[in-house]
C-alpha cells in the first residue's frame, strides 16, 4: 500500500474519515490485540502534552506495539539538526512517527522526507487528531454529524481550522464567531463559504446550534500575547446562558485543556447532560488507535 499521511483531515477522503471513526469506537469495545507487534511509533514533542502523549502512547502499548517519547529538549532536532536529515533517519528505524511543533510546514518538510506515515499531533495550523476524537465523540452521544449545525465560539486557531475542514469532510454546517483579528485562515474559510458563516457574535453563531465547542484564548506559544487576548475575548466565555440560544439537547465540547472562568464556565464543564469532555478526552485513545491501523495498513 502507498504510504500515506495524516497532516490534516483533508489527506483522508469522507468514506475514510468515517470508516475510521467507526473503528474507533469498535477498538473502544475490544481495545487490546497484538496487531502492531513489533511496530514502534516515534513521538516528536515540540510543544507540551498530556492527552496526546497519553493517547498515542497507550493506544501502541493496547495494540502490541511500542513508543518512543522524544521531546525536542533531548534530541538533536531540538539542537538545529535539519528537519530533512532528521525525518530520514528516524523515519528508517520506526514504522510510523506523530509530530506536535509550531509551523505547519515544518511537519509538510517532515513528511516529504519521511518513509513512514506522518501523524499531525498539533501544529499552529491544525489539530486532526483531535477532531477524529470529538466527531467520534458525537457520533456516539448524539448521533450522525452531517447535517448538523455546529457553533466555534472563541480563538479562530488551530482547533478551529480544523473545525473548518471537519465540516467539509464530515458534511455539517459551521458557525464560527471570533473577535475581529483573530479569524481563522481566510483561504480555508473562503473554500467553504457554503458551509461556514464568520462572524464575531458568539450569541448569533449558537442560535440553533446541536454542537458548541470552544478552546484556550492563547494557544501553545502565544504566552506574550495573553494579556492582550484576555481583553480581546472578554464576552466569548461559553456558559449555560450562552447555551441556551444553541438547540435542544445541545452539546458541548473542549479538545482541554480548559480554564474555567475564561473560555468556558466551571459549572457548564462540569454539565454532565451538556458537557460531553470527558469522553472527547478518552476518544482520542481509540480514534487514534483506528487512525494508526489506517496508516500501517
Ligand atoms: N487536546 C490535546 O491535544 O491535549 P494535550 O495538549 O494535553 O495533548
Ligand atoms: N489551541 C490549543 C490546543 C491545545 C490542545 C493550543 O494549540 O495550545
Redesign the pocket.
Known sequence: MQKRHFLSLLDCSPTELGQIIERGIALKADPISDRFKGKVMAMIFD?S?T??RISFEAGMAQLGGSALFLSSRDTQLGRGEPIEDSARVISSMVDIIMVRTFGHDAIEKFAQYSSVPVINA?T?SY?PC?LLADIMTYVEKRGSIAGKTVAWVG?G???CNSYINAARQFDFNLRIACPDNFKPLEDIVSKNSDRVWLGENPQEAVSGADLVVT??W?????EEEKQKRLQAFAGFEVNHELMTHAASNAAFMH???AYRGLEVSGELIEDPAISLVWDEAENRLHAQKALMEFLLG
Open positions: 510543544k502534552s492527552r496526546t498539533l499552529d489539530h483531535q480563538d486557531n488551530n482547533m478552546d484556550v492563547t494557544s501553545m506559544g502565544q479538545c482541554l485543556p
